[in-house]
């Protein structure tokens, strides 16, 4: 609560990339390549502050790489993340890749 959230958006060749960056609680070194696995959650506790099903990133995943792009993240423990993806920017209408 009371800090900001970042959206950035930039042209990378035929890639658009989106980041979202957050001033939150972080994620631990050790858990950031599993963030994007289906059901899985960094405190999965009985007693864990955050709800969910672990769906939410393993979907996005899905759906940027069913695009033709690709997603990840950069994060610190106390700090914040930045989530980000690109996908393939649209061709004109009548143009071939």
């Given at each position: 609560?009371?800090?900001?959230?970042?959206?950035?958006?930039?042209?990378?060749?035929?890639?658009?990339?989106?980041?979202?960056?957050?001033?939150?609680?972080?994620?631990?070194?050790?858990?950031?390549?599993?963030?994007?696995?289906?059901?899985?959650?960094?405190?999965?506790?009985?007693?864990?502050?955050?709800?969910?099903?672990?769906?939410?990133l393993?979907?996005?995943?899905?759906?940027?790489?069913?695009?033709?792009?690709?997603?990840?993240?950069?994060?610190?423990?106390?700090?914040?993340?930045?989530?980000?993806?690109?996908?393939?920017?649209?061709?004109?209408?009548?143009?071939?890749?």
């Amino acid at each position: 609560p009371g800090t900001a959230v970042t959206i950035r958006m930039c042209e990378e060749g035929k890639f658009i990339r989106t980041e979202i960056e957050d001033q939150g609680i972080g994620i631990p070194a050790d858990k950031l390549e599993r963030v994007f696995d289906r059901f899985y959650q960094v405190d999965g506790s009985t007693t864990r502050r955050f709800g969910g099903t672990g769906l939410g990133l393993a979907i996005v995943k899905q759906i940027v790489e069913a695009h033709g792009g690709q997603i990840g993240v950069r994060s610190e423990q106390n700090v914040g993340s930045c989530f980000h993806f690109t996908i393939p920017k649209a061709l004109p209408q009548g143009t071939q890749s």
